[in-house]
Every structure is written in structure tokens, then in C-alpha cells.
């Protein structure tokens, strides 16, 4: 799940310069509540895809059919969050030098985020998966029963 997090960062960063804002308090806690639902993103797909290998799936029909069942669900976690927050990136009122940098972090890093959890995490859930697959089944298959 933590692979999310690099994912989620570099959307952030690159909001903040495209807006020619600064890293500041309010900054960092949209990194930090930008890390929260990009880890949830990430944990509803691979507990999904997960699922799926427990029933038996393959690697690769569990994650076609995880991403295909969990895109949804990932998509309207972000959709909502973003479409909440584009109020406060726009605000000119009292405040808004504080709310502007949260904003502008959450939005930015939730795009690339979800992006890369739709497209990224899928092939590296599957590449790691067939790595272990090749790692324990030479052992398995030298082991003889006395």
C-alpha cells in the first residue's frame, strides 16, 4: 500500500509549483491527508485483487477483474474529494492563503495518485506476485514426502 505514497507526492509537488505556491503548514497537511485516502485508494484495490487470489484466481484474471470490479469505488473516493476541495482552491475571502495550499496539494496529488493506482499498482501487484510465484515453486517442487 505504501507504494501509493510516492505516487501521491508527486502530484502534490507538482500542483504546488504549477500554482506557484510554497511548502507551508497547511501544505503539509494536505500531504498528510492526501496520504490517507491515496493508501485507502490503494488498499481497496489490492485487498480486492487479493481476495480474488484466495478464491483461486490467476494473477493476471485477479487483477483484470479486481481493477475492472474496484474502478468505481477508487474513482468516486477521489472524485469526491476533489470536486469538494476546487471551492477552496478558488476562494479569495478571509483564510483563503491557508485553505489554497491544502487544496491545491489534495487535488494535484489525488489526480496523479488515482491515475497511477488504476494503471501502476496493477503491474507491480502482478510482477511481485509472479516473482514469488517463481521463488517458492522450485522449492516445492524439490521437496519429496519420506
Do not use: H, K
Request: aromatic share 8%.
Amino acid at each position: 500500500m505504501l507504494i501509493n505514497l510516492p505516487f501521491a507526492m508527486v502530484g502534490g509537488v507538482f500542483a504546488l509549483m504549477a500554482w506557484g505556491l510554497y511548502l507551508s503548514v497547511p501544505a503539509s497537511v494536505g500531504f498528510i491527508v492526501l496520504f490517507g485516502v491515496a493508501v485507502l485508494n490503494g488498499l481497496v484495490l489490492v485487498s480486492y485483487i487479493s481476495q480474488l487470489r484466495g478464491e483461486g484466481a490467476s494473477v493476471g484474471d485477479a487483477v483484470i477483474r479486481g481493477c475492472e470490479t474496484r474502478l468505481r469505488a477508487v474513482l468516486m473516493t477521489a472524485s469526491i474529494a476533489i470536486f469538494s476541495l476546487i471551492p477552496m482552491v478558488y476562494a479569495t475571502g478571509p483564510g483563503s492563503e491557508v485553505q489554497r495550499p491544502l487544496a491545491v496539494v489534495v487535488i494535484g496529488g489525488l489526480v496523479s495518485s488515482t491515475a497511477l493506482t488504476l494503471f501502476v499498482l496493477p503491474i507491480i501487484y502482478s510482477w511481485v506476485e509472479e516473482r514469488r510465484a517463481r521463488r517458492t515453486a522450485p522449492a516445492a517442487m524439490t521437496y519429496q514426502a519420506p
